[in-house]
């Protein structure tokens, strides 16, 4: 069938997008955000400075522009709106899921990730082996964590609790806000060995330092158990259902009684939503890296009644707020 001439454009920028993903992540490793920090800078400096041909460096800003990620006028290149985010895509799921996602096929068909069939390994196990990786993919949860769940510090009252536990934690940056913000609580931050050394660097001798303690493990296998609130913050996304209802079991059978889980994580929002498309992108991009998910309310619901806590977990969202990035809290109590 002849291609009319108002689908062409549709569908030459759906088959160059894998092309849009290169240029931003090469944007990011040679940190365009730096350089064009203090001034504009012509296209044949910026050649020089980033070792690639003027030819080359004219087609790749090009594309820069048109994605708003740097602003072209003329021969000269300024910083956009985005430039400063550019670090973004350095992100280990995003950077080196590139070559990753190649393998999607292989997800799609139920044998494996796209991550182990290409890395010959699980995500964390190559973070694991990798500890640069391990500390940018750290860098990179606090700098999110910094970002989108300050909006979530509103959204439900951590005063009441006196210890709380964040399950999976990362570097303690969600943890850290809660303290801050109440400062007659005690946190506990529950992570991998390797995160927790990381953690500990970071807020050794800060305002919270005391009232911060740190508790290396696999939460496969064990929790603390000395919580009044434990938080599962952006975690079970990395997981498949059946995965994730371990984690919750884990911590069900390690909290004291009364004691309360809250699940914060995205919800793929609906159709009509500013950021349907980013999260059924990202869906994806987690199912095949991680064989984990963005879930939809129902689907959350659906994981969650196969838990110990059964149908006993209330669902809230930030809809209201008017944020175009949707968390939704998920909270039950161990009865
Ligand atoms: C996407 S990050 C979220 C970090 C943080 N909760 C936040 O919201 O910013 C997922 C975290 O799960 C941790 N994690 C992965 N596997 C784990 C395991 N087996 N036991 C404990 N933590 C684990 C990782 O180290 C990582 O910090």
Known sequence: ?????????????IGFGHIISKCAIIAAEHQLDEILSDQPISISEMAKILNFT???TAKFIRVLDALELVTLKGDLITASE????????LGIHIADGYAAIEQLETTLKGKTSSWQAHYGKTFYEYLDSNPEKSQTFTAWCEKTATAWLTAVLPLYDFNPYNT????AGGNGELLSMILT????????LFEQPVVIEQAKKQWAGSEISKRLSYYPGDFFTKAPTEGDLYIISRALLNWNDAASIRI???CYNHMPKD????????????KNHASYFGFALSDINLHGTMLG??????EWMNLLQNTQFGSNFVYSNNEESGSTLPICLLEATKL
Do not use: C, W
């Open 259 to 270: 004691s309360k889980l809250l699940i914060i994580d995205f919800f793929v929002p609906e």
């Open 164 to 167: 709380i536990v964040d399950i």
């Open 293 to 298: 998910s963005n879930r939809s309310q129902q």
């Open 181 to 188: 913000k109440n400062p007659h609580v005690r946190g506990i």
């Open 1 to 13: 069938m002849a291609i009319q001439n108002n689908i062409a454009g549709k569908l030459i920028s």
């Open 82 to 89: 985005l430039t400063p985010h550019l670090d973004y895509f």
């Open 54 to 56: 003027v030819e080359g």
């Open 248 to 250: 919750i079991n884990q």
